[in-house]
C-alpha cells in the first residue's frame, strides 16, 4: 500500500499544548492535548495525518488512533513525506545496519518500535526470516509494504505475530499467519557459545528473547563450575549460556513443555545434554518444592513474564516481584549469585530493585548488587521514552 501527501486529514494541537517537545523529537501526542471535533473522531484508526500546532504550523506526520490515550505517533517531519514501501524500506536498511554492526550474524531485534521510527512495530530476525508484531494499524495498512522492505534484506519468510496486547486498542485481529513464505519447524539460533531453538509460529512471542543476550553473557561468566537454575527458562534462556561457559549443571524451570523440550534439544546442539535438566510446574511452587527438598545452587536467574505490564497492575506486580526474590533467595548457596529479571515497563528500576531486596531480606539472606544490566543495544531505547527502555536485570552476591 502507498500513502499519498494529499489529502490528508489534520490534527491540531490545543492552544496551550506543549508543541515544543515535539519538535525536540518526542514521539506521542496525548488525546487531551488535540483538537478533537466530530470529524478528528470519526477519522479510522491509523490515518495518517498531518499534525500541526495550535498555530496550524505543521509539525509532521503521524499515525492517527483517537480510541487511545495516545492519539497520534508521529512517523516523520516532513509533512510531504510519503509513506510508502521506499520509506519503510528505508527505516528497516538503517535498522538493519545499526544491529550488523553488533553482530556477526543476522540473528537480533530488528525493529524496536519508536526507536527505530517505526512506531508500534517490532521485528524479531532468524536470518532469512523475521517475525513481524504490527501493534498499530498504520502498520497493519502497509503489510505488504513491510514485507517487500524485508525483502531488500534478503528476509524471505514473514510470519505476522498478532499476540500484541496493543492490538486490541487499535482494532486489530487476533490471527496470526504467514504473509511470505514460512517455516515449520524450529529455527537454531547460536548466541553466546550457546544452540537455542526458537519456534517462530508456536512459541512465546517471536520464539526467542534476543533481549537478554547480555544479561546471559555475564551471568554465564559467573557459572563456571557451578550449579545453575534457571527459573522461567522459556527455550534455555540463561541455563544453555552457561552450560556452554562452563557451568557444572543447569535445571531449567517453566510451565510449558514445549518450551522445555526446546531448550533440552537445545542442550543436546550446544553438547551438555547430560548435564541439563528441566522441571515443568508452576515456577514459584517449584522454588518452594526445591527449598523443601534442600536444593542449593551457586546461580540461580529468575526471569518471569511482565507481572506489571502497566500502571494499573504496578502494586500487585511489586508484590510477584518481591516474592520471587523471597523464594529464590534460599536457594542460592553461601556466596553465590541471585539475578533477578524484569521486563514491566511500568515497574521503573528503583521499584523493582526495592522490592527485589526486600524479598531478599525477608528470605533472611545478606547481599551485595554486582551489576544492573538491560537488554541489548539492538534493543535501543528512545531517549525520550522510557517505556521503551523495559528490561531490567539485577545480579545480587548474597553473602555467606
Known sequence: MSDTPAPRPT????PGADARRLRHGFPWIYRDDVVADRRTRSVPAGTIAVVTDAERQPLGLAAINMDSRIAARLLDRDPEAAIDVAWIAARLCAAAEHRDRLHDAPFYRLVHAEADGLPGVIVDRFGDAAVLQPNA??????LDD????????GIEHVLLNAT?????????????????????APVPVVMNGATYLADLAGGQKTGLFYDQRPNHAFVAGLAKG???LDVFAHVGGFGLAALAHGAASALAVDGSAPAL?????????????????????????????LA???????????????FAPAKPALTAGLRAYERVARLAAPLVAPGGYLTLCSCSHAAELSKFHAASIRGIGRAGRSSQLV??????????????????????????????
Open 146 to 153: 513491510f514485507v517487500a522492505g524485508l525483502g531488500t534484506l
Open 292 to 306: 523443601e527438598e534442600g536444593a542449593a545452587f551457586e546461580v540461580v536467574v529468575v526471569d518471569p513474564p511482565a
Open 261 to 289: 523440550e526446546l531448550a533440552a534439544e537445545g542442550a543436546v546442539r550446544t553438547g551438555r545434554a547430560a548435564d541439563f535438566g528441566t522441571r515443568r510446574g508452576d515456577a514459584f511452587e517449584v522454588m518452594a518444592a
Open 11 to 14: 490534527l491540531r494541537l490545543k
Open 164 to 184: 500484541g496486547r496493543a492490538r486490541a486498542t487499535e482494532g486489530l485481529d487476533g490471527e496470526s499467519r504467514w504473509l511470505a513464505g514460512g517455516i515449520d
Open 371 to 400: 551489576r544492573t544490566g538491560f537488554a541489548g543495544p539492538d534493543h535501543p531505547v528512545h531517549p525520550q521514552l522510557a517505556e521503551s527502555g523495559y528490561l531490567k536485570a539485577l545480579t545480587f552476591r548474597l553473602l555467606p
Open 137 to 142: 494499524a498504520w502498520a497493519e495498512a502497509h
Open 226 to 228: 557451578a550449579r545453575v
